[in-house]
């Protein structure tokens, strides 16, 4: 029988983050991946720069295939705009870097064994148990088809599990965390480019976002190394579950092949392979860790998705090390409270902000993304060196004066 101080489930950003930290502060440590690293993860792979912050001994030139300074932004593919993401006047200049997630969370996982950790990839978890002398958890390989192995190639007990399995993980349902969900849905394809072809405006360092092609959502393209992640979002779902919806597949494929048109991108519908995701957005306070503190719930698997702007990397990497520091530190119980310190009131406002910004899209993006400073307090959002709270009432007031103005501009059809 195996014994660790923490095991932690799912080598993500937040995952590997957590194993690093607890790892670097003498805990015994194993990281269970469910695929052989390097794998692919479907992201759009999109972090603001500051995620250097948290980590210092990483080298960017080992994970950022471009840096993105501008954003060009579109109406209905239409009604273009172009805006830096430092104007003149900026004290401290931000952008975005892009990465692919295979190679970034390798680099991650690679970090966390450096630091002590063990990792054990291509070990899917299928049980989570808490007994009385810790948490025991079992795992089968997974085979190159996808498949599980029969009998548990794993066993092991800890003090303390981390669930960073995602929204789909098995540690959420045995800690009996988060049963009432909002799952939000991505959807992209990895398109082969050649800089230099193409709409004038693809550039390695402007990424691009579409608000009217994809009702309660947007789309995007973000450029990388030698292609571009051109995928679509649906971020306010009617029911608990996109999921489900096979209608709202086909609507975000269907931009994500008006945002090919759009680009002058020559394509084949039927070579097209598209990758999904499910988006567990943040809905309010709940509790992420259990009552006897054994089971805490990092990133995708606690709803860290901002719900206004579906982003989720840093949020997780920032969960990670939350989480372990709660463990070296013997206040797991508090987890939950030092998350929403961290999170709540800012994203509290985001979705607020979300739900106005999905219903009334066009007024926002006449009033909101078309201000020259938008794509900047943009980014400041994303890095989190401005909260939400900070900027909700403002932004509520300019789009209502918007509001206003787009009423009083409309002409009454009818002459009484």
Same mark, same amino acid.
């Given at each position: ?230 995928? !679509?979002?649906? @971020?306010?779902? #009617? &029911?608990?579950? =996109?999921?489900?919806?096979? *209608? ?5 494929? %269907? ?88 999170? !709540?009131?800012? @994203?509290?406002? #985001? &979705?607020?902000? =979300?739900?106005?910004?999905? *219903? ?5 993006? %006449? ?50």
């Amino acid at each position: 029988m195996l014994n660790y101080d923490l095991i932690v489930c799912g080598a993500g950003p937040a995952g590997a983050m957590a194993a690093a930290t607890a790892a670097q502060a003498g805990l015994k440590v194993a990281l269970l991946e469910k695929q052989i690293l390097p794998r692919h993860k479907t992201c759009g792979g999109g972090t603001p720069m500051v995620m250097q912050s948290l980590l210092y001994d990483l080298a960017p030139e080992a994970f950022v295939e471009s840096d993105v300074v501008s954003l060009r932004q579109t109406w209905h593919f239409d009604d273009p705009y172009l805006a830096a993401i430092n104007p003149l006047g900026v004290d401290r200049p931000l952008s975005i870097w892009m990465m692919q997630r295979s190679v970034f969370d390798n680099a991650l996982a690679q970090r966390a064994v450096r630091a002590g950790a063990e990792l054990r990839d291509g070990l899917a978890v299928r049980s989570v148990e808490v007994e009385n002398d810790g948490v025991r958890v079992r795992a089968q390989v997974t085979k190159a088809n996808g498949t599980l192995s029969k009998g548990d190639a794993f066993v092991a007990t800890a003090r303390t599990v981390i669930g960073a399995d995602g929204a789909n993980g098995v540690t959420a349902k045995a800690a009996k965390l988060r049963q009432t969900r909002a799952i939000a849905l991505g959807m992209e394809v990895e398109f082969p480019h050649e800089w230099g072809t193409g709409h004038p405006d693809l550039q390695s360092d402007v990424a691009h976002l579409e608000y009217g092609a994809v009702k309660h959502g947007y789309a995007w393209v973000f450029p990388k190394a030698d292609h571009l992640n051109i995928g !679509a979002g649906l @971020f306010r779902p #009617a &029911r608990q579950d =996109a999921r489900s919806d096979r *209608q709202i597949r086909e609507a975000l494929r %269907q931009s994500i092949f008006d945002y090919l048109e759009m680009l002058q991108l020559p394509y084949d519908r039927a070579q097209m392979k598209f990758h999904a995701h499910p988006l567990p957005i943040w809905c309010g306070k709940e509790r992420l860790n259990t009552a006897d503190g054994r089971i805490l719930l990092v990133g995708d698997a606690a709803g860290l998705i901002n719900p206004l702007f579906g982003d989720g990397i840093l949020h997780a990497a920032k969960s990670g090390i939350i989480a372990a520091t709660c463990v070296t530190s013997g206040t797991t119980q508090a987890y939950s409270d030092r998350i929403h310190d961290e999170f !709540a009131n800012s @994203f509290n406002a #985001a &979705r607020r902000l =979300a739900y106005f910004f999905y *219903q009334y899209p066009k007024i926002f993006y %006449q009033y909101g993304v078309k201000n020259p400073k938008a794509a900047h307090i943009a980014t400041q959002l994303l890095a989190g060196d401005l909260p939400f709270n900070a900027i909700l009432g403002r932004a509520l007031r300019r789009i209502g004066t918007g509001m206003i103005s787009s009423l009083s501009s409309v002409k009454p059809s009818v002459r009484l």
